[in-house]
């Protein structure tokens, strides 16, 4: 399971996508999919957080199938 927050969701169309993690991938690897598939998500790319099972991973982080991911825009507020 795959999930978008904020201004992500608007771009992907949706909150949560399921996609084929074949282990070994990472999440850059990951997100480069969906990159492919909605080009202006790269824009986001240097500002975004990315979690694997709720809790925060780098973009190197292997992937097996089953796992959850998450990609948060920064947190804006005041």
């Known amino acids: 399971m795959v999930l978008f927050f904020g201004r992500l969701k ?3 169309g949706r909150a949560e996508d399921s996609i084929e993690i074949t282990d070994a991938s990472t999440v850059e690897q990951l997100f480069a999919l969906y990159v492919a598939r909605h080009s202006e998500l790269a824009k986001y790319r240097s500002s ?31």
């Open 48 to 78: 975004l957080v990315a979690s694997r099972n709720q809790e925060f991973a780098a973009w190197d982080t292997q992937l097996r199938s089953g796992d959850e991911v998450a990609f948060l825009p920064p947190v804006s507020g005041g």
């Open 10 to 12: 608007e771009l992907i």
